[in-house]
């Protein structure tokens, strides 16, 4: 066996890394889905379609059969401009039925939905972000 000379060898670049950023990157990400579909009619005109939710990362909505309007409060959602037929000019979100896809939040808010016109159903998809 050969032994190479100290002058001859070339360094290798080493870089040091913590085994903690390692176990770290490594966690998984689990997301929490929740869905529902809300209905609104005369009786309940207004409702509060999701809470405020802190983990949560994303809200999907869509309506069907009527025209739906988000509103982050309740005040909001009861302003006179969402009773007016065609909804012209609403105090709030316009999620409109004929929307061919759905609405994607990335909210964390209290969001509150009436119509103008009923029944109006919304779906909704819930994406909360669970601890690894």
């Known amino acids: 066996m050969t032994m190479i000379p100290p002058e001859e060898l070339t360094p290798i670049?080493?870089?040091?890394?913590?085994?903690?950023?390692?176990?770290?990157?490594?966690?998984?990400?689990?997301?929490?889905?929740?869905?529902?579909?809300?209905?609104?009619?005369?009786?309940?005109?207004?409702?509060?379609?999701?809470?405020?939710?802190?983990?949560?990362?994303?809200?999907?909505?869509?309506a069907f059969s009527n025209d739906v309007v988000l509103c982050e409060t309740q005040s909001k959602a009861e302003d006179a401009a969402n009773a007016v037929a065609g909804l012209p000019n609403p105090e709030g979100y316009l999620l409109a039925k004929a929307n061919a896809g759905p609405t994607y939040l990335p909210t964390t808010d209290l969001s509150w939905a009436t119509a103008q016109a009923f029944p109006a159903m919304i779906s909704i998809c819930l994406i909360n972000k669970v601890p690894g």
């Open 13 to 62: 670049p080493v870089r040091i890394v913590d085994r903690s950023d390692l176990a770290a990157s490594a966690k998984k990400i689990h997301r929490d889905v929740t869905y529902r579909t809300i209905v609104l009619s005369a009786l309940n005109p207004v409702r509060p379609i999701f809470v405020q939710d802190l983990s949560r990362a994303l809200v999907i909505v869509q």
